[in-house]
Each structure stands twice: as C-alpha cells, then as structure tokens.
C-alpha cells in the first residue's frame, strides 16, 4: 500500500523525520527552491501538512492542496495557521499543548533574573577582565517582592505565576475574566491598568487577530521606566515600533523578549540596544519538550490516517 503524502514546512529534529518518514512521504516544502512549483507538482497527491507552530499553513499553501485533509502543528500556538480557509473544507488542525508548557513558564522567568539581574553584562565583565581592571559590576535590581503581572492566565501564565510566587513576588493577572484557579493572585481588568500597576509584565496571551498589538504604546508606557516587558507569546500581541520607541526613549525600562515580527529577521534597531534581552524563539526548545511535541505531531497525523480520534484537536 504507497504512503500517505504530507507536505512538511519546515525542518524537525532527526528523530521526527526519521518516525514521519517511515509512516508517511515527506514532501520537504522548506528544501524546494522553486516553492510553487513544487506545490503545484506534488498538490494533488497531498493529504497531510506538517507544520511549525511560527510557520503555520497559509490560505494559498491550504487553497493550492485540494485533497488536504489535516494540518498538524509543531507548537501550542496555531495563530499562523488561515483557521478560516481550513474551516471552510472541513480540514481539521491540531496542535502541541501541554508538553510545552512548563519550559516556556522556565524561559520567562529565567529571561526576567537574567535581565533584571544583568547576568549577559556581568559575564563580559568577568571575560573581558573588567572585574579585574574596573572593580564591582554596577548595581542592578531585585526581584523579591516586586510586583509582576501576567496578561493572559492561560496554561503558560499560570505556571509563570507559581514560579514567581517562588520568588516572593506579588502575582496579579489580567485575562477576560477572573480565573477561580487563582486565588491568591490579584485579578485586573485591562492591559493598561494590569502595567500601570506591576513591574514586570509577562505577555502570555494565546496571539490571535483579537489580540494584535493589544500591548501598544498606551501600555508599554504605563508599565513605565523601571518597568520590564517579557514576552513569551507571539510578536503580534505587541505594538513592536511603540516598543523600540519606548525603549530607545527611556519611556519603557527594559524588555525580554523571545519572539519578533518577522523573526528570524529582526527590527536592527533591537541591535543597538542594551536595555533588552533578546532570545531566539527557544522557550520550548529542550530535547524533553521538542521530543513531545515531535511525537504529538506525528500522533496526530496517525491518528487521522488510522480513523482514530485526534490527540490534541484544535479543528
Ligand atoms: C516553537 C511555538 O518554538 O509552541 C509554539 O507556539 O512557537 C514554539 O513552541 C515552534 O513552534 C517550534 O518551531
């Protein structure tokens, strides 16, 4: 019996490929030098889209491939998938929730210690024998008892809010409505009040066009100058010019950040400045965390192809 045909967007560990290339016929769309006309060669024998949660499934890419019957993503996040386009044929999406989460909580707060504490400057420090030459590392700031706020309290924000309750932080969280998982931690209703009255603000928000930019000019600058953004999201939940603009201007104190429009490609002016801690979108990137999530990619396309219920279903 031939192999089921997917179409496989970007690249996996060995492990996934070698697990999908025994089951299915991988057909590696990110190699293609020519992408529409490897398209139109291989799309009407495609049944499959394997896919990377940043990467997604476009309208043309799902309108181009008429037998398609599934879209599995490499990620929780599925914002770069066209849900309309799919829903219109009845394709149906899944995704990598879960298995992630705790290792995205991990790289926030690590990112909020790591800045706030200066430990990438006190390193050079150290290396380029300043500490010998120079002396004492200039002062940086705590983070005990300092107030953090989370804008989104789904899975990932809650387990950023118990790792911070760790520290001695005071947790509030903003979300549509007050979660009755979270007790002990202050509800506030908005994004602009939840900065205006927090230190740090976690940006934990499922991205979708109703999120777009929902952090913008008016609340980065009411997070303020002492203030510090980390955001372990999507790019997309945040104005990204009013965010150069406030950090360049001394508006906003400092940013965290492990997502970018058009990343890999970055705004240059992030380069020049050292009031950030910029990260290449690896929040989920442990050989624990990626082996689940390779493994619930190809779980899903099995099941579907089996007739069996879909693991992890978004559509
Ligand atoms: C991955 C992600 O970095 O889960 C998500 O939504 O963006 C990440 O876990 C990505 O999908 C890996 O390619």
Redesign the pocket.
Known sequence: MSKVEILQV?PYPIWDDERLNARFTMHRYFEAEDKQAFLKEHAQKIRGIAT???LGASRAMIEALPALEIISV????YDAVDLDAARARNIRVTN?PDV?TKDVADLGVAMMMCLSRGMIGAEAWVKSGNWASKGLYPLKHRVHGKRAGILGLGRIGYEVGRRLSGFDMDILYSDVAAKDYAPDWTFVEGAEKLAESCDFLFVTLAASAATRHIVGKQVIEALGPEGMLINISRASNIDEDALLDALESGKLGSAALDVFEGEPNLNPRFLALDNVLLQP?????TYETRKA?GKLVFDNLDAHFSGKPLPTPVL
């Not at 490499?74 to 996040?77: C, E, K, S, T």
């Not at 979108?281 to 990137?285: I, K, L």
């Open positions: 970007g990377r949660g940043e490499y990620g929780v996040g990598t992630l979108h690896h929040a989920s990137g999530m």
